[in-house]
T-cell receptor
Framework: GDSVTQMEGPVTLSEEAFLTINCTYT??????LFWYVQYPGEGLQLLLKATKADDKGSNKGFEATYRKETTSFHLEKGSVQVSDSAVYFC????????????????FGQGTILTVHP | DTGVSQDPRHKITKRGQNVTFRCDPI?????LYWYRQTLGQGPEFLTY????????KSRLLSDRFSAERPKGSFSTLEIQRTEQGDSAMYLC?????????????FGPGTRLLVL
């Protein structure tokens, strides 16, 4: 079945450092890929998504590129802030060749990010 | 748009009791999903509805679990004869029809503790 693997955490960085959180997936067909973020005391929020190979999702300075050849969707940010401290989840859902995603999300285990001033 | 809401936010119960959770999706959303999240793990899919029809159930959803969406609006998730292993955060999400966008919007969750 489908699965998502995230780099083991937690990750601790100083403000303005570069961030990479690795995510790889196993899936058949045409999965769509997502990054969700969970801030302390809040619900899951969609951060960015990509629905087909070579698409780049971006939001709030974060970006991730859908790499089918390496089955990866790594999250990056050039300069993190204290307010980025949260838990980040990589996820996938099945879709069609046209880029529409549908159905259940399969999540990775999450990566805790802590950013110090 | 008030977002997805869930009630209650917290529930403590004794083993063997029944509990029911409610989810109110975003008003124009046809799809409604239930997930379960245990500490240190990502959410796991339980079941989902397209309007009032329950289209898929995970094998995680034992016979003690039942979900309904009677009028295609709010949904309830009932757990009968709760066990300590049922302790988790129960998340609800909603999305528009897949012929449109399929971003899932999550509620704040109901945290269940079974003593």
């Amino acid at each position: 079945g489908d699965s998502v693997t995230q780099m083991e955490g937690p990750v601790t960085l100083s403000e303005e450092a570069f961030l990479t959180i690795n995510c790889t997936y196993t899936a058949t067909g045409y999965p769509s890929l997502f990054w969700y973020v969970q801030y302390p005391g809040e619900g899951l929020q969609l951060l960015l998504k990509a629905t087909k190979a070579d698409d780049k999702g971006s939001n709030k300075g974060f970006e991730a590129t859908y790499r089918k050849e390496t089955t990866s969707f790594h999250l990056e940010k050039g300069s993190v802030q204290v307010s980025d401290s949260a838990v980040y989840f990589c996820a996938l859902s099945q879709g069609n060749a046209g880029g529409t995603s549908y159905g259940k999300l399969t999540f990775g285990q999450g990566t805790i990010l802590t950013v110090h001033p | 748009d008030t977002g997805v809401s869930q009630d209650p936010r917290h529930k403590i119960t004794k083993r063997g009791q029944n509990v029911t959770f409610r989810c109110d999706p975003i008003s124009e959303h046809n799809r409604l999903y239930w997930y379960r999240q245990t500490l240190g793990q990502g959410p796991e899919f339980l079941t989902y509805f397209q309007n009032e029809a329950q289209l898929e159930k995970s094998r995680l959803l034992s016979d003690r679990f039942s979900a309904e969406r009677p009028k295609g609006s709010f949904s309830t998730l009932e757990i009968q004869r709760t066990e300590q292993g049922d302790s988790a955060m129960y998340l609800c999400a909603s999305s528009e029809d897949p012929r449109g966008r399929e971003t899932q919007y999550f509620g704040p969750g109901t945290r269940l503790l079974v003593l």
